[in-house]
């Protein structure tokens, strides 16, 4: 089991850049699956970046190019480094780690401003 927490949210202007974190409860070294997803207002969740094994990485089209997902073992955190930021990136972010089990963090807000 694994509990996890989200910072690093809050109102950025458009073109502006955000960090966010997520710190797990324990070590996240042999986590296969760790993933940001985000849900905007009136809007299903929708997957954002996922890292897998530690080096293999996906995004969402509409994130590719401007976001990076990272992590570091030793602070047991995953990372979303966001640039170019739209008002159209506004959400809550929810970072989720998949091993033997399903387990999502409670969301940090992230509001872009044009």
């Known amino acids: 089991q694994v509990h996890l927490v989200e910072s690093g949210g809050g109102l950025v202007q458009a073109g502006g850049s955000l960090r966010l974190s997520c710190t797990a409860s324990?070590?996240?070294?042999?986590?296969?699956?760790m993933s940001w997803y985000r849900q905007a207002p009136g809007k299903q969740r929708e997957f954002v970046a996922t890292?897998?094994?530690?080096?293999?990485?996906n995004y969402a089209d509409s994130v590719a190019g401007r976001f990076t997902i990272s992590r570091d073992t030793v602070k047991k955190m995953l990372y979303l480094q966001m640039n170019n930021l739209t008002p159209e990136d506004t959400a809550v972010y929810y970072c989720?780690?998949?091993?033997?089990?399903?387990?999502w963090g409670q969301g940090t807000q992230v509001t872009v401003s044009s």
């Open positions: 989720r780690a998949i091993d033997r089990g399903d387990y």
């Open positions: 324990r070590s996240i070294y042999d986590i296969g699956v």
């Open positions: 890292l897998v094994n530690g080096r293999m990485t």
